[in-house]
């Protein structure tokens, strides 16, 4: 039998399945597939493909990235100046699931603004970095260490204590940092606004200020169970404010899985398959 | 020295930069009476705190060396460890730590958390130590302790227990609310001495009731007795509750939360007494040791005197009467005349003077017993080192020293600085692990590294002041490092034969990368193709060739070297041959293997007024930072970055005038990061530049 030295990866996502080359010919197996056939081979002479282009790690991600299905038309599901609503009870998962969008947008080199007006840096540092973990556990990813290098630049986290928030404050401080080009943000996530009765000019303040600096906004609103949703199922903190988020998504229990509901915006028709989040790691399961 | 052992407390003082520990420990002595008069840190009358005893610590109003005295309160004797703040000096943290059972973390009123205190906590961690805290400078303008008490929860994840509310805050900041006895404590007297007891504010009793029965509660998961008195309504009393807290916090699961105000003498006593009541004594804690003669079996150490003797050396001064070694006895008894045995160098020593030390004084004693700490002279060891009783051969596990991040050249000025630095080089790396000085083999100069600037800057002013040696230095280099990012084989021949005793030797395999760990080596050779008897001189090879990586000549670590194939010569095979070829085949792998200079990478907390956020965040973005957040804490803003080393070399000042000198920073390692393609061509070109100079 031949030594097999190593094989070369020919860049061809293709299928999903990743292919080979070995000795100058293609190695027409899939991964798990070749994994399979190829046990009678003793392993200490094989040379895994475990040095993957960087680059081509963040693009197989973002093509493997579940929301795909979700039928948003662009990568961002939002449009500049819009507004999105992560909706749920208390620890249902609405924060790792606006992670999950803000890795997203981070592989694509899109930064991002994470404002938490209830944890501390160091809490919301963990929450990206154990849903970053989780994800390359999922997919297993060997690099995850430079992968991690590369997107961490790409998110700035800022934390203010809810009762010092405000609009005009938020803007001071994105002006600093977009001045003195320290970042600029693509995207930006308001994680534990309360959505009182005084949230209406604050959210038209940030819809202002999302325009001029070209961004768009994710929001969690924490809904309560005792609460009536209105006829279309939006929940009662957002009816009075409806009318400036673009797209409603809201995360609801069911059985032992997560449901990904779209409320408004695309798929809110329900003409797309219903998206689960896998309770045990909070990631949006793929139904590949 | 008294004997119960019950009535022992050894305890550590430690914080963030700058939130009291010292002041607190000036107060505690003062109200104990082991001192008559109080002195502040940095204070008018230029005295320095009692504990600073050393004269740069005096100037410079910081703590560098940590102290060890005692006092008495109630009936308890108290061994107080005061260590420093600054993340410099974290080695002397780190080994009060280890010797002590109990703790107090100094939280200041208005900073609350800071990144210090983070470190600090995972120091306690580390050596499992209980700890009660002490929210201190509530007089100060925007203090707030139950605030601080919820950072205490939120972010370092304690069980944080209120134990005492405020009367009044800020400069109206009177007394405190004992929530146990249910009494108002007030300190009357010039220097806060006299505490006057009395009944609760009318307007504050709802408030006090409510947390007490937060605290009862609290204090009842912990004691099945008071559970079982509140289940029944029966009468609850004071000392059921503090059982209940005092096992909570032996259990680590409870940190009782205590306020005052160290400067204002306000809140001092309680927090004495809490020490006598809540944290552990010796008994209470179990230490262990590692059996050497018994494949490092782990075995439990009982504080009976009669037993033989194990005690830790845990730091090392150099006195005017010679070397004094502190030491905690962990079993048995340490006295005087004894003949013990150092377990690394298996050298026998005679126990000569036996001292207790007050900062800079001392008292002579004769015996030192199980759970004391005290010190002794004229032994020569270093610090870490396991005394025991001779016939035994358990030692103590070691305290974790990080590596030095920083280094410089100096040079002597004259020939008599020249000895006195050997002098002082050698006490120095003997004291402080973490300070290591060494002779560049090409260039000659003496090079010594630690912690920081600041490490660095106080050894060099302590060789002026105490050896008389005027040294100039070179500016500070940074530990770069070389590691691979891919992996790649090998398969490397030395072969010389050609006249004289023959060499050969074939070493084949791969190098690559490994996350946390310097060096791995593996062998999987099968059927001899390199004889057993060489494999050891092939690891040496490859060990060898990483102190110095072919790249730039720095230290390569995280790299796997496994061995699969080979090939050796009947007669011309020697070890030499196999470390020859080891070295040659490393280099053949590592040009391979994408070789990238790596450089240490900081974790810098700045907390600034918020008006200065802005200009901070420009001064760290010069200087290659990647800022990880910013948190707004009302007046406060804390800006968490990660920053090259290289990149922070005067960082202090540029801070200073950039804030009108009210910010501040912390700075300590984090990890090793790649160097910046650019970055890296120009260490290149200026080590190229060196050699040709030393050339």
Not at chain 2, 25 to 52: Q, W
Not at chain 2, 102 to 109: M, P
Not at chain 2, 231 to 260: H, N, W
Not at chain 2, 365 to 384: K, R
Request: aromatic share 8%; net charge negative; with cysteine.
């Amino acid at each position: 039998m031949a030594e097999i030295k190593s094989f070369k990866n020919t860049n061809s996502f293709a299928n999903s399945g990743r292919r080979f080359e070995f000795e100058g010919k293609p190695f027409p197996f899939k991964e798990p597939e070749f994994q399979k056939k190829i046990t009678n081979i003793p392993t200490d002479n094989i040379c895994y493909i475990r040095e993957r282009n960087i680059g081509m790690l963040k693009n197989e991600l973002i093509l493997k990235n579940p929301l795909r299905r979700m039928g948003y038309e662009s990568d961002d599901i939002l449009n500049t100046g819009e507004f999105g609503a992560v909706m749920a009870r208390a620890g249902v998962g609405k924060t790792a699931f606006l992670v999950q969008l803000a890795l997203n947008s981070m592989l694509r080199e899109k930064k991002v603004l994470h404002i938490s007006l209830a944890d501390p840096v160091k809490k919301v540092s963990l929450w990206y970095k154990e849903v970053f973990n989780r994800i390359a556990t999922q997919y297993a990813i060997h690099q995850s260490v430079q992968l991690w290098d590369t997107v961490l630049p790409h998110r700035f986290i800022m934390t203010f204590r809810a009762e010092g928030f405000s609009v005009l404050t938020l803007e001071e401080r994105l002006s600093d940092l977009i001045e003195q080009n320290i970042f600029k943000p693509h995207t930006m996530i308001i994680d534990g606004l309360p959505f009182d009765d005084a949230v209406n000019q604050d959210l038209a303040d940030l819809k202002n200020l999302a325009r001029r600096q070209g961004m768009h906004v994710w929001f969690t609103v924490r809904t309560h169970r005792h609460e009536e949703p209105d006829p279309s199922g939006i929940p009662a903190q957002l009816i009075a404010v409806a009318d400036l988020f673009e797209v409603a998504i809201q995360l609801v229990p069911v059985g032992k899985q997560i449901q990904i509901k779209a409320l408004k915006g695309p798929g809110s028709q329900g003409d797309q398959a219903a998206l689960m989040i896998d309770p045990a790691t909070m990631l949006i399961k793929d139904q590949a | 020295m008294k004997k119960d052992i019950r009535n022992l407390r050894n305890i550590g003082i430690s914080a963030h930069i700058d939130s009291g520990k010292t002041t607190l420990t000036e107060r505690i002595l003062y109200y104990a009476k082991r001192i008559h008069t109080m002195h502040d840190v940095k204070g008018k009358d230029g005295v320095g705190a009692t504990m600073d005893s050393m004269e740069l610590e005096k100037e410079r109003g910081i703590t560098i060396a940590s102290a060890a005295t005692y006092c008495e309160w109630l009936n308890h004797e108290i061994n107080i460890i005061d260590t420093p703040g600054h993340v410099d000096f974290t080695i002397e943290v780190e080994r009060s730590l280890r010797v002590l059972d109990g703790a107090i973390l100094v939280l200041c009123g208005v900073a609350g958390v800071q990144s210090q205190s983070i470190t600090v906590d995972q120091q306690m961690n580390r050596y499992q130590v209980p700890c009660i805290a002490f929210v201190n400078k509530c007089d100060r303008s925007g203090a707030n302790p139950l605030r601080v008490a919820k950072q205490l929860k939120e972010k370092l994840g304690h069980n944080a227990l209120t134990m005492q509310l405020p009367i009044g805050l800020e400069a109206d900041f009177e007394g405190v609310i004992d929530l146990i006895t249910m009494q108002a404590a007030y300190f009357d007297g010039d220097k806060g001495e006299q505490v006057r007891r009395e009944e609760i504010p009318a307007d504050l009793m709802q408030t006090a009731l409510d947390n007490r029965e937060i605290l009862i509660d609290q204090a009842s998961m912990f004691s099945d007795g008071l559970t079982e008195a509140i289940l029944e309504e029966k009468d609850v009393s004071d000392e059921m509750i503090i059982e209940g807290i005092r096992q909570g916090v032996i259990a680590r699961q409870l940190t009782p939360v205590f306020i005052g105000s160290a400067y204002k003498n306000k809140g001092i006593q309680p927090l004495l007494d809490a020490v006598t009541r809540l944290l552990p004594c010796p008994l209470d804690v179990e230490n262990q040791a590692m059996d050497m003669d018994n494949d490092e079996q782990v075995i439990a150490l009982s504080n009976a005197v009669g037993k033989p003797l194990v005690a830790l050396a845990f730091k090392l001064e150099d006195g005017p009467y010679g070397q004094l070694t502190y030491i905690r006895v962990y079993q048995g008894a340490l006295t005087k005349g004894d003949t013990i045995v150092n377990v690394r160098t298996r050298k026998k020593v005679k126990v000569g003077r036996l001292i207790r030390m007050h900062a800079d004084q001392m008292e002579d004693i004769n015996t030192i017993p199980a759970g004391y700490i005290g010190a002794l002279f004229g032994v020569d060891c270093s610090s870490g080192d396991t005394f025991v009783a001779p016939g035994i051969s358990l030692t103590m596990t070691s305290m974790y020293v990080p590596e030095p991040v920083i280094s410089l050249a100096i040079f002597p000025k004259d020939n008599k600085s020249e000895v006195n630095v050997s002098k002082a080089l050698g006490r120095f790396t003997k004291e402080d692990p973490t300070f290591k000085a060494y002779v560049n083999e090409e260039t000659g100069d003496t090079i010594i590294s630690g912690m920081g600037e600041l490490h660095l800057e106080v050894y060099i002013e302590r060789m002026r002041r105490e050896y008389q040696a005027e040294v100039e230095t070179s500016p500070p280099r940074v530990a770069y490092r070389e590691t691979i990012t891919r992996k790649a084989e090998f398969d490397y021949i030395h072969k010389k034969q050609t006249g004289g005793a023959g060499q050969f030797g074939r070493v084949a395999g791969y190098l690559e990368p490994v996350q946390d760990e310097d060096f791995v080596f593996e062998n999987k050779i099968r059927g001899g193709a390199i004889p057993t008897q060489f494999i050891a001189a092939c690891e040496k090879g490859f060990k060898n060739s990483m102190q110095k990586g072919p790249k730039m000549e720095f230290p390569v670590t995280g790299i796997r070297v496994v061995i699969n194939d080979g090939a050796s010569h009947s007669v011309d095979s020697s070890d030499m041959a196999f470390q020859v070829a080891a070295r040659g085949a490393f280099r053949q792998g590592y040009a391979k293997a994408k070789p990238v200079i790596q450089e240490p990478i900081m974790k810098v907390v700045v907390e600034t007024p918020t008006e200065f956020q802005g200009t901070v965040m420009a001064t760290l973005n010069q200087r290659r930072a990647l800022i990880v957040g910013t948190q707004e804490e009302g007046l406060f803003s804390v800006i968490e970055t990660q920053v090259p080393l290289s990149e922070m070399f005067g960082y202090a000042t540029d801070l200073r005038s950039v804030t009108k000198g009210r910010a501040q920073f912390t700075m300590e390692f984090l990890t090793y990061k790649q160097v910046p393609q650019t970055i890296a061509d120009e260490l290149v070109k200026k080590a190229s530049a060196e050699k040709k100079n030393v050339a």
